[in-house]
């Protein structure tokens, strides 16, 4: 599967953006799908989880009651809804994909799949 990540930008703090990350090749409920960010000299963090079944979804602590996370299997598409974004926020953010029937986790080395990454920038 390819994934094609998009919706980033530049905005104030306190809005919202939404990213979505589509799919091609095979249909997105195959696949467990994580997004991820990476902050400049910071290691790359865990956002959300949404497993195969799209009914078991986790979020970073950091993230918890602000982002949420969806997909459209007709669009084969995913979402990562963030809202009140903060300055620390700011951050390139990935989704990535692992085809393993197994895993739904937030370790980066479960994920096989990952898109190119879309900045996202918050100004304070």
């Known amino acids: 599967v390819q994934l094609q990540a998009s919706g980033g930008g530049l905005v104030q703090a306190g809005g919202s953006l939404r990213l979505a990350c589509r799919a091609s090749?095979?249909?997105?409920?195959?696949?467990?799908m994580g997004w991820f960010r990476q902050a400049p000299g910071k290691e790359r963090e865990s956002v959300a989880v949404?497993?195969?079944?799209?009914?078991?979804?986790g979020f970073g602590d950091s993230v918890k009651g602000r982002f949420t996370v969806s997909r459209d299997i007709a669009k084969n598409t995913a979402y990562l809804q963030m809202n009140s974004l903060k300055h620390e926020d700011t951050a390139v953010y990935f989704c990535a994909a692992t085809s393993q029937i197994t895993y739904c986790g937030s370790d980066s080395d479960g994920y096989e799949f990952w898109g190119q990454g879309t900045l996202v920038t918050v100004s304070s």
């Open positions: 090749g095979r249909t997105l409920d195959a696949y467990a």
């Open positions: 949404m497993c195969r079944s799209g009914g078991a979804v």
